[in-house]
């Protein structure tokens, strides 16, 4: 098993940033990457990005490519999410999830055991 605690969210206003947080427990051996993951009120979770736990491999999507950074702390067992340049777009609960599959990947059933959420809002 392994738990996910999300964290870091707020209010920002547009062009602002935020670093969001994701803290791993439990049996976290078992994964070979984690991501990061979003969903808007009346829309579906989109992909955000991924990276390898091991050998720290980043997988951004299209919409957050050069505004957004991943990075994970090994010994902390934690991973992080740098957001510059925010948009209004940008708004939603942001979610934090684990994947066993053994390439990075965007697709949600490829991951599993999410943590809570935290929300963020981006104000124009």
């Known amino acids: 098993q392994v738990q996910l605690v999300e964290s870091g969210g707020g209010l920002v206003q547009a062009g602002g940033s935020l670093r969001l947080s994701c803290a791993a427990s439990?049996?976290?051996?078992?994964?070979?990457?984690m991501g990061w993951f979003r969903q808007a009120p009346g829309k579906e979770r989109e992909f955000v990005a991924a990276?390898?736990?091991?050998?720290?491999?980043?997988y951004y999507a299209d919409s957050v490519k050069g505004r957004f950074t991943i990075s994970r702390d090994n010994a902390k067992n934690t991973m992080y999410l740098r957001m510059n340049s925010l948009k209004p777009e940008d708004t939603a609960v942001y979610y934090c999830?684990?994947?066993?599959?053994?390439?990075?990947?965007?697709?949600?059933?490829?991951?599993?055991?999410w943590g809570q959420g935290t929300q963020v809002t981006v104000s124009s």
């Open positions: 999830s684990v994947s066993t599959a053994p390439y990075l990947t965007s697709r949600l059933s490829a991951f599993g055991s």
């Open positions: 439990g049996r976290t051996f078992s994964y070979y990457a």
């Open positions: 990276i390898s736990w091991s050998y720290g491999v980043t």
